[in-house]
């Protein structure tokens, strides 16, 4: 850690039994004028200047390290590495042990990195979001920032999105830190906790943002509370308990988080909780009692707002529910009705959740995956799984609880990659304080974008989709990626392609066990794949034999989503490290964005009636930008009510 805290300017320390950063108390306008900084006066050019000779000076090692022996190579290593140890991340030092990185790699994954992954290695070492294109070979640019840093004796974290890309990247990468004598750990779902302690014992540990999140908290837990560095070393002189061996984490030194704007920005909106079930068949029974009520409840009772999900009695409603629930006190029987109601009309089956082994489980509605750990607070779970006619679970209590804003903040050096960081700098920047760095791509981009299309309504939009399709897989032998919003559209699909002979596969959560293997077979000639937002992020469509002369990858959008760096990580499927590709839109004007974030007035505007020129434009325009707007307000939100909360109930204390 020494070589590290040097390069963070006013780094305060948490006190607590592992190094973590302080969490900021910002206030508003410490907010507005971060977004404003990250607006006018991040210096994006002045660091490509910076990567492309930092690129030609590790560029200038390369024959030195390619006439050196494994032996050599290896001693090369440990002189660097007590290099770091004593200077810190020098520029001169950083390069040659980039190159010792890039020549080991060569030798052993049969890899080398290409110029713009080593520009990419330098922006995660410096703490920065590398904005690389899709297909660029981020997991591969990770390794440099990683082996330099567990170089320096600095535990790092690399966090993707789920256990298969966990387990996958550290089983390909493992061989080349072994022969820098790192060790690798992974952490996997269902891991026993002294499996978990030695994975994150190792120099280099591949883990899920939930795995890391959850155990985070359960070492909180443990500790009930968080007693200072100072007090435990005096309880270890005097020959008490040392609390910290039974720890899972060692601390928050360095994370890489691939799919940074997943796991920073659309996961942040749900916060992390461990919770305790409560089985009190009373309470269970007077949520059956109220469901069945709030179907007596008509149109008028009732408002709902779908844009932030939430739903309100009107002074009808009130009167109905004080007429029929005498017995309950006001503000109970208010709170428990409102989450009936929301259970019965906001919350949609194999849309927001999916029934599975008679339990209900949520669906992330960003990134289509199921979350069969996650639930619902304040009885809407169970009031779900009584809609549902499933096994009804035991209302859970909060035990400890984090966002992810809070969590990764609190590392000492926090940095991440994506294909799609450009519209959230402000977001990354104001807080995680981590600065958009833009990557130029090894080959030209050779993807086109065909005209997109706006229908008058989603049967309209089936038909021209399934048109649309059967041209591209059919009479040009292309192979055809078609995505939905949901899993219940992706079904629809699959059926109306079904009708009309059209031979596919689905890729959705009811099959996210098969996701790897479905994306990996969508580049072959003539397969059509059908699949929801999580679209195999991570994994290579590698394209068939004869593919690329014929165009390469297709892919179709059926709907576009709240945030438009979703739907450009969905076209970033084609046209992948300079592969032939195109992408096409195909929406309708009852979808939800629309519906739901579209102002009423737009659709009398000549200009934005389907068949226009400019139609799919505006209305994707208008619907995003309000959609982000109140999804970034929301994800504020969450992370000023962790706060309150975490000072009422004192949970880490006041730093």
């Known amino acids: 850690m020494s070589s590290l805290s040097p390069a963070i300017p006013g780094l305060r320390l948490a006190d607590g039994p592992y190094p973590e950063r302080v969490d900021p108390d910002e206030n ?13 006066f991040m210096p994006a ?33 440990v002189r660097l590495s007590l290099a770091l140890r004593r200077r810190g991340f020098r520029d001169e030092i950083v390069a040659e042990a980039f190159a010792l990185v890039r020549e080991l790699s060569g030798r052993v994954l ?7 992954q080593m520009m990419a290695g330098l922006a995660l070492l410096r703490g920065c979001v590398a904005e690389m294109h899709t297909g660029e070979g981020k997991t591969l640019a990770a390794t440099l920032p990683a082996a330099v840093a567990a170089m320096a004796g600095i535990p790092t974290h690399i966090l993707t999105v789920n256990d298969y890309l966990a387990k996958r990247d550290a089983e390909i990468m493992e061989p080349l830190f072994h022969r820098l004598g790192l060790s690798v750990g992974v952490v996997q779902g269902g891991m026993a906790p002294q499996a978990r302690r030695t994975a994150y014992a190792a120099d280099i540990t591949y883990c899920t943002n939930k795995e890391l999140g959850f155990d985070y908290l359960k070492d909180r837990i443990a ?53 305790g079930q409560e089985e009190n068949q009373e309470n269970l029974a007077a949520l059956a009692t109220t469901l069945e009520l709030a179907k007596s409840l008509d149109a008028r009772d009732f408002q709902l707002a779908k844009e932030d999900r939430s739903i309100h009695l009107t002074r009808s409603g009130k009167a109905k529910l004080q007429h029929m629930t005498q017995d309950v006190p006001v503000a109970g029987r208010v709170e428990m009705m409102t989450q009936a109601l929301a259970a019965l009309h906001l919350y949609e089956k194999d849309k927001h959740y999916l029934v599975r082994d008679d339990a209900v489980q949520i669906v992330d ?14 009885g809407l779970h169970q009031l779900i799984e009584i809609k549902e006619g499933c096994k009804t679970t035991g209302r859970r209590t909060t035990l400890a609880r984090v966002t992810y804003q809070r969590l990764f903040r609190r590392y000492l050096r926090l940095s991440g990659m994506t294909g799609t960081a450009r519209e959230i700098t402000d977001e990354l920047w104001s807080v995680y304080r981590l600065r958009v760095c833009r990557i130029p791509t090894h080959r030209p981009v050779q993807r086109r974008s065909l005209k997109p299309r706006l229908l008058a309504s989603e049967q309209d939009k089936w038909r021209a989709v399934a048109d649309a399709v059967r041209t591209q897989s059919r009479d040009h032998g292309r192979p055809v990626l078609v995505g939905t919003r949901s899993v219940e559209a992706s079904e629809k699909l699959s059926e109306l392609l ?29 397969v059509v794949t059908v699949a929801t ?14 593919v690329a002369e014929q165009g390469g990858l297709h892919v179709i959008i059926t709907e576009y989503s709240e945030a438009g760096r979703i739907d450009r990580q969905l076209y970033g499927r084609s046209g992948r490290q300079g592969d ?72 880490t204390g006041r730093e």
């Not at 508003?28 to 006018?40: I, K, Q, V």
């Open 28 to 40: 508003a306008f410490d907010r507005w004028l971060s977004s404003a900084y990250a607006r006018w």
């Open 45 to 77: 050019r002045l660091f490509a200047v910076r990567a492309h000779r930092f690129a030609d000076r590790v560029e200038s090692h390369e024959s030195k390290f390619a006439r050196c022996n494994d032996v050599e190579l290896s001693a090369a290593g």
């Open 110 to 116: 049969g890899m080398r990195h290409y110029r713009v």
């Open 223 to 275: 500790l009930k509370e968080w007693p200072s560095a100072s007090r435990m070393t005096v309880a270890r002189l005097l020959g008490g308990e040392d609390q910290s061996q039974g720890l899972l984490l060692r601390g928050l030194h360095f994370a890489i988080v691939d799919e940074a704007d997943s796991i920073l920005v659309d996961e942040a909106r749900t916060p992390l909780i461990i919770s």
């Open 365 to 378: 509605e960003f990134t289509g995956r199921l979350m069969p750990d996650r639930s619902w607070e304040m």
């Open 498 to 526: 079904a009708e009309a002979g059209i031979a596919h596969q689905v890729l959705n959560a009811r099959q996210d066990a098969d996701e790897a293997q479905l994306i990996a077979e969508a580049g072959q000639r003539s």
């Open 533 to 546: 937002n999580m679209a195999g992020r991570g994994t290579d469509i590698k394209l068939g034999a004869g």
């Open 580 to 651: 032939p590709g195109s992408y096409e839109a195909i929406v309708a004007l009852d979808d939800e964005l629309f519906r739901v974030f579209a102002p009423s007035w737009l659709g009398l505007l000549p200009w934005a009636r389907p068949g226009s020129r400019w139609s799919v434009g505006i209305w994707r325009r208008v619907a995003q930008s309000r959609a982000e707007r109140h999804h970034a307000l929301l994800r504020r939100q969450t992370l000023e009510i962790d706060r309150r909360i975490d000072r009422m109930l004192a949970f």
